[in-house]
């Protein structure tokens, strides 16, 4: 399945529950294939993952009825290395954006686990930009991140969490790295905030499970975690990553794709943010 799409809508909760009723009959009359629902009392979270086009009639049909609600469509498709978003209100495309990402803009990913499973530090970023952007996971914290320089001297950027501020710098030259929180952070906008939630959404989805997310949607990786006696923490790499992609190494587990002139981002990474957030 080459592409990915996620559809949000927000506005008045009761507004978003019929909505969600009528988009979801039209769906289902439709045929449109398997989706995953996200919602929240204040927002509804569709993810698709498909062969053809995104299923746009339910949602602009819905979008006449219920104007006030804003429908906004994020979508990938790695194999043409292409994503956009569109934004509807009132069955009307208010916005839309499409973008082509160069083939030196391929994701680069360094995932380690313990030998018990639990996640050690998970890494995704691509060049951007003249700068690395990226998304950094551990067991009980994550964040954006941009990385500017090379391997000798460069500069660190990394969010709280998932906010769109940058919140952390450290300054890197020759080994030494000096650390400062910002006193005023830096909002992060526009195309980069894009780009970076593209990365965490397409790399969570592929490769984590959150222990808050809703049973009915994790019972099948709780389940496997406890046959493998595997402990549940607030962050888990997916039971089928960890039995079929990630390989023994220095008694842990682990899986690689960096290039060999680009492996000390996410040992830059391990030794600073995740050191300086424990």
């Avoid at 391929?106 to 050690?120: E, F, K, M, T």
Wanted: glycine share 8%; with cysteine; aromatic share 10%.
């Amino acid at each position: 399945m080459s592409l990915i799409a996620t559809i949000t809508v927000s506005g008045d909760p009761e507004s978003l529950r019929e909505y969600r009723a009528q988009v979801n009959r039209l769906l289902d009359e439709e045929g449109d294939g398997s989706y995953r629902e996200l919602h929240t009392p204040e927002r509804l979270e569709y993810e698709f993952k498909l062969h053809g086009g995104i299923p746009f009639p339910p949602f602009v049909s819905a979008s006449q009825v219920f104007p006030d609600l804003t429908v906004e469509v994020e979508w990938s498709e790695a194999a043409l290395a292409r994503s956009g978003r569109a934004i509807i209100r009132g069955g009307v495309l208010a916005e839309q954006a499409a973008q082509s990402h160069a083939p030196g803009g391929a994701v680069s990913s360094d995932v380690r686990a313990g030998a018990d499973g639990g996640l050690n530090l998970a890494v995704s970023c691509t060049r951007w930009r003249e700068s690395w952007h990226g998304y950094v996971i551990a067991a009980d914290q994550h964040a954006f991140f941009r990385l500017a320089g090379s391997e000798g001297s460069c500069e660190l950027w990394a969010s709280d969490g998932i906010e769109p501020e940058w919140a952390e710098r450290w300054s890197v030259t020759s080994g030494d790295a000096d650390y400062v929180e910002l006193a005023h952070r830096e909002p992060i906008v526009g195309d980069e905030l894009r780009e970076l939630d593209r990365l965490a959404r397409e790399f969570s989805r592929e490769w984590i499970w959150f222990e808050e997310s809703p049973p009915e949607e994790t019972a099948v990786e709780r389940a496997r975690f406890a046959a493998y006696g595997y402990p549940v923490r607030a962050a888990n790499l997916r039971s089928e990553k960890l039995r079929k992609v990630l390989r023994p190494e220095n008694g842990g587990l682990a899986f690689v794709l960096f290039g060999d002139d680009a492996r000390w981002i996410p040992e830059l990474l391990r030794r600073c943010w995740l050191r300086g957030a424990t």
